[in-house]
């Protein structure tokens, strides 16, 4: 389960959350765009341990959010194996779990009262195009709420197969976990829409 | 129409070929309503009506003077939806800020919302796991949690599908007690625990997508299981 907040003093949960996002969005991008080999990629693991230290986590503090996706690595990584060279599997899967562990330290480190101020006042200049600013906000708090939902479908489906004596198979993961993620987002979809009512 | 706080005139509901619920029509006032039935019957899609979130396919649902198909926006702030499965009604990370959620866009200080958030969890127990993600809670934890979020909205009519499907006889109880004893709006509640369908004030039975029975709890209950056994 990816936790979240874990309160503390570092300069990280002391950072203003607005700070924290631009940074965070400034790093994905980078990482996204410019992580080409695997020496980036070490370079770009290096500065996420620095990062996980800097808050005060440490390593095992990282280890745990890696470990809590470990059945959306495996499944990443498998269906690329598939298509793709080990190089460019283990590149790709690399940059999204550098990301998402990323991510993570940022609702570690932060309220989301605060986080969802934060987007709300920098979604305001949108207004003029039509964006709702609360709308985002509610997207973003509702992703936060949903990861380790997801990853928690990914280990009861993969308990309920060991418990059986199901070998670890990609097909055997990918699909049951798709159906419950797409029956999560309908259900979902109507708590929204029963609680949600502006 | 009667003017009653909810009704159902001649309303079919087809999803696709399948009919869900065929010529129901009834006028209910009764605070406590009990909907039970076999699987499949309809009492979703009845319970799913009376908010918006299914719409009839022919007929007329009027639900505290609204129509549903055409003003879910005003009805939903006025009716409280608690479904069967905790985990997909939890919206916000922690539980105070779910529960919080339902004062959105309410004209309120910052410091009211708090002290209102925390009296409500305190009634429902939740205090201790105010600031924890909701999603650490137990299944009647977050049943509860649900609960507590729907009724914080002061909504005027409270309906809830199964909503001990997946709990314990401990939550179960809670539940039963929050619903039943100490609520004060009306209910409609879909359920297969005939405790629960026996302390309402009226029972509807569904079976085949009809409205097959309805009237004094006992008497209905008593037939229903007679029918199946
Ligand atoms: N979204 C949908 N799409 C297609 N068919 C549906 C849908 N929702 C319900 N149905 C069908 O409508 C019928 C009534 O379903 P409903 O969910 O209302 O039953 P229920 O009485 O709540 O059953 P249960 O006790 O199992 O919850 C069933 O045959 C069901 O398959
Ligand atoms: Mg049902």
């Known amino acids: ?198 | 129409m009667s003017g009653a706080r909810i009704e159902f005139d001649d309303v079919s509901v087809a999803f696709g070929e399948r009919r869900a619920l065929h010529g129901v029509s009834v006028a209910l006032d009764q605070r406590r309503i009990g909907i039970i039935g076999s699987n499949g019957s309809g009492k979703s899609t009845f319970a799913r009506m009376l908010n918006g979130l299914v719409a009839p396919s022919s007929g007329q649902v009027r639900v505290l003077g609204l129509d549903p198909a055409h003003q879910a926006k005003q009805l939903r702030r006025r009716v409280g939806f608690v479904f069967s499965n905790p985990d997909a009604q939890i919206i916000m990370p922690t539980v105070a800020e779910d529960v919080a959620f339902s004062l959105r866009g309410r004209e309120l200080s910052l410091a009211e919302k708090r002290d209102r958030t925390a009296a409500a969890l305190e009634r429902f127990g939740l205090t201790e796991h105010a600031d924890a993600p909701a999603h650490s809670l137990s299944g009647g934890q977050k049943q509860l949690l649900a609960l507590c979020a729907v009724l914080f909205g002061d909504p005027d009519l409270v309906v809830a599908d199964e909503p001990t499907a997946l709990l314990d006889l401990a939550n179960t109880r809670r539940i039963r007690r929050h619903l039943l004893d100490e609520l004060s709006q009306q209910l409609v509640v879909a359920t297969h625990d005939m405790r629960i369908a026996a302390q309402c004030d009226i029972v509807l039975r569904f079976e085949n997508g009809g409205l097959h029975d309805q009237g004094e709890p006992a008497a209905v209950i008593h037939r229903y299981e007679r029918d199946h056994a």
């Open chain 1, 1 to 198: 389960m990816i936790t979240l907040y874990r309160p503390g003093t570092s300069i990280l949960h002391r950072a203003p959350a607005g700070v924290k996002i631009l940074v965070l969005a400034i790093l994905a991008l980078a990482i996204s765009l410019l992580v080409r080999d695997l020496s980036s990629l070490a370079l770009a693991a290096a500065v996420t341990v620095g990062a996980y230290l800097l808050a005060g986590l440490g390593v095992t503090g990282l280890a745990a959010q890696v470990v809590a996706i470990r059945w959306i690595i495996v499944t990443m990584l498998g269906t690329q194996l598939v298509f793709l060279s080990a190089r460019l599997a283990a590149l790709n899967t690399g940059r999204v779990v550098i990301v998402i562990v990323l991510v993570s330290l940022l609702s570690l480190t932060t309220l989301t009262a605060d986080l969802l101020d934060a987007t709300d006042r920098a979604c305001q200049p949108l207004r003029r195009i039509g964006v709702d600013p609360a709308q985002v906000a509610l997207l973003l708090a509702m992703t936060v709420t949903t990861i380790p939902v997801i990853a928690g479908f990914a280990s009861t489906i993969r308990d309920a197969q060991r418990a059986r004596g199901v070998p670890l198979r990609l097909q055997f993961l990918v699909v049951p976990l798709l159906i419950m993620s797409l029956r999560h987002a309908d259900d979902l979809a109507d708590a929204v829409a029963a609680r949600a009512s502006e």
